[in-house]
């Protein structure tokens, strides 16, 4: 339950199996615990569902997303047009799992070298499918 101290501060305080407050439960505090049993005894209680936790992230899988990357016919007719440096940097931050550097390191590359014809798309799905947050 949820009591609500004069100070207005909302205490979660959990309940006994008659539904009344635990307040030893709650402080070893002598004076919280009388402030919390005033509080209680003015109705200033409400019942308390603690929010639904937040869904996990879904799973990224960088090592299947890295393999079928390199494996797309696309992906390696583009990679072949990069300068030899560029192409290793980028190369570097994938493996190093850096997306952030990853992406502008891309951006800046497909900007210089024209991307196959659908290639984004593609590359894209495959992003997507390993949960990778690249834009392509």
Do not use: C
């Amino acid at each position: 339950m949820q009591i609500t101290t004069p100070d207005a501060v909302n205490h979660i305080v959990t309940t006994l199996t008659d539904g009344t407050p635990d307040y030893a439960a709650y402080s070893t505090s002598v004076n919280t615990r009388a402030a919390l049993q005033t509080a209680y005894g003015d109705g200033d209680w409400q019942p308390y569902t603690p929010p639904e936790p937040e869904p996990e992230p879904p799973e990224t899988d960088p090592k299947g997303f890295k393999i079928a990357l390199m494996a797309h016919p696309l992906f390696l007719e583009w990679q072949e047009a990069l300068p030899a440096t560029r192409r290793e940097d980028l190369k570097m931050s994938a493996i190093m799992d850096n997306w952030p550097l990853v992406q502008a390191l891309y951006t800046q590359l497909a900007a210089a070298v024209p991307l196959p014809t659908g290639a984004a798309a593609q590359w894209q799905a495959l992003a997507d499918a390993h949960t990778i947050p690249l834009e392509f």
